[in-house]
């Protein structure tokens, strides 16, 4: 199993981005998955989940109608857009798979700044 984010960087407040996680090593259509952050000395949390055909999606308080999570089954990506960011978005963001255990992408920076 390989998870690869990629789509941080540099952003001012108000701005958006777009992270991808390209997923490969498993049947990815078959799995829900999900993005999750961790900021500087906090707990790594849930951002946003989608179930396995896209139908379903859940996404914590923080993030709700600025985040968007999304699927393409065909290409092996999940997608995380995030528009009107905040200071407080500023975090390494991680795809995640759950397959009999607990598999972790690389991480991305994401950095709201003015």
């Known amino acids: 199993v390989q998870l690869v984010e990629s789509g941080g960087g540099l952003v001012q407040p108000g701005g958006s981005l777009r992270l991808s996680c390209a997923a490969s090593g498993f049947t990815f259509r078959r799995f829900a998955m999900s993005w999750y952050r961790q900021a500087p000395g906090k707990e790594r949390e849930l951002v946003a989940g989608?179930?396995?055909?896209?139908?379903?999606?859940n996404y914590a308080d923080s993030v709700k109608g600025r985040f968007t999570i999304s699927r393409d089954n065909a290409k092996n990506t999940v997608n995380l857009r995030m528009n009107s960011l905040k200071l407080e978005d500023t975090a390494v963001y991680y795809c995640?798979?759950?397959?009999?255990?607990?598999?972790w992408g690389q991480g991305t920076q994401v950095t709201v700044s003015s």
């Open positions: 995640y798979l759950r397959f009999l255990k607990d598999y």
């Open positions: 989608i179930s396995s055909d896209g139908g379903s999606t």
